[in-house]
């Protein structure tokens, strides 16, 4: 039974109009951060950068997504989300275009400190959109709308990689795109929900404390869990290709079939992460995902042929895709316990971030100790980290609307009768 059922339709219609342009955000991230990233080799000839210093440049835009990622929940916290997404989104395009005639090392440096803090307030004010949008709908939905970031990823690397190829110049493509997704988030901004929807906090000064608010353990564990997630997917992307090419003598050509395949299985388990999340529960995907992705890793580092490797990538992208989203969602419902929706996620997600940029290197760091297949069991053991930790992700859900089906964990959690239905904007 749809949690809304017997409600006006025009008020169904702005509810699924809400998720459109939140996906549309999700997707344009995406769609501009893996188009920077599939155009880095010409930025770094157009300024004839040393390897040394792109990766300072590097290093500014991921300092930079993070300071972004705690601003933007304090931001989202006091003005709301909706205002927060789309200046971010703004942008984050301006930053890309600047990206493509920045004439020097310094100034490159601020553009991409630009690119990565507008990213990451995206990051947190879209997710705490996501967060209000699945609240109406009293369901999980939150892993569709990371299914989206990851098809804008996939789309914009595709893209991007062609019109490199073509050798489209940097200000047409950057600035091209820039001015159409700028057109995008301004034309759908009237759908997204309204500041009212992002948190149940009264505003002025207890909002105000709301955006400080002390991590409690849930937050603590959850960051954990986002953590181990992101940091895994980090390693995938940075030393899959390397190892099936130096362990398993794959060949370059073969060699990025792997992390291919991991994105790909990762895009699919997001898409279909809602409705599995609506039968067995946050808690149980969140275990079941991390046992997958060390179930699947145990196989890539065992086996010496290929295409079970890609079986032990697929898997592994299977059990990761669903645990950073669910771990999201289940941050998004602390506001119930005195901490504003963009501040609990902006607390985890930044968490998840870190993990992200501490993954490659740590691997790295092991592989010269240990060699790649024993450094990359790190993995998992964070993956088994996380499904020991899946407990936090239960403690708080998406309210439900009388009558919606409720997981079992759930029914078992809680002795306090069902939360009125959540109206519309």
């Keep these: 039974m749809e949690p809304s059922a017997g409600r006006p339709l025009f008020l169904l219609s702005e509810r699924r109009r809400a998720r459109l342009a939140v996906a549309l955000y999700f997707c344009l991230n995406g769609v501009l951060l893996a188009t920077w990233a599939a155009r880095i080799p010409a930025v770094q000839a157009r300024l004839a950068l040393e390897p040394a210093t792109l990766g300072i440049v590097l290093f500014s835009g991921a300092a930079g997504a993070l300071a ?5 929940g304090y931001l989202a916290a006091r003005y709301g989300s909706r205002r927060v997404v ?4 703004l942008s984050l395009c301006l930053a890309l275009a600047l990206a493509a005639i920045a004439p020097s090392f310094p100034l490159l440096i601020i553009v991409l400190a630009l690119l990565g803090a507008s990213s990451g307030a995206m990051d947190v004010s879209m997710n705490t959109q996501g967060v209000a949008v699945e609240r109406l709908y009293g369901r999980p939905i939150l892993n569709s709308f990371h299914a989206c970031y990851s098809l804008g990823s996939l789309g914009g ?7 490199a190829g073509w050798g489209l110049p940097l200000l047409a493509h950057f600035g091209g795109l820039a001015l159409a997704s700028a057109i995008l988030a301004l034309g759908t901004a009237p759908a997204l929900l309204p500041s009212s929807n992002d948190q149940s906090l009264p505003a002025g000064e207890e909002r105000a404390r709301a955006s400080f608010a002390r991590p409690t353990r849930a937050t603590l564990a959850l960051g954990v869990i986002a953590f181990c997630a992101l940091f895994s997917e980090g390693a995938m992307a940075d030393w899959s290709a ?11 050509g073969l060699a990025p079939s792997g992390y291919a395949t991991f994105s790909i299985m990762m895009m699919v388990s997001r898409g279909f992460g809602d409705a599995l999340t609506l039968r067995l529960g946050a808690r149980r995907m969140v275990r079941l995902g991390g046992l997958l992705a060390a179930c699947g890793l145990l196989l890539v580092l065992l086996t010496p042929w290929l295409p079970l490797a890609l079986v032990g990538f697929a898997l592994i992208g299977s059990g990761l895709g669903v645990c950073f989203p669910l771990t999201l969602s289940a941050a998004g419902s602390l506001a119930s316990q005195g901490q504003a929706t963009s501040t609990a996620l902006a607390a985890v ?9 501490a993954g490659p290197p740590t691997i790295g760091f092991a592989a010269s100790l240990l060699g790649l297949r024993l450094a990359l069991g790190i993995i ?17 859900q998406p309210p439900s609307p009388p009558g919606s089906f409720q997981p079992e964990e759930r029914r078992e959690s809680s002795t306090a009768p069902a939360p009125p239905a959540p109206s519309d904007p």
């Design 68 to 72: 972004g990622m705690s601003g933007g």
């Design 86 to 89: 789309i200046l971010a989104t």
């Design 157 to 163: 690397a595709l893209v991007g990689g062609l019109l």
């Design 242 to 252: 390397l190892y099936l090419n130096s362990n398993l003598h794959s060949g370059p």
């Design 349 to 357: 997600a930044t968490c998840g971030y870190a993990g992200l940029m």
């Design 380 to 396: 998992c053991l964070l993956c088994l980290c996380a499904t020991v930790l899946a407990g936090a992700v239960g403690q708080s």
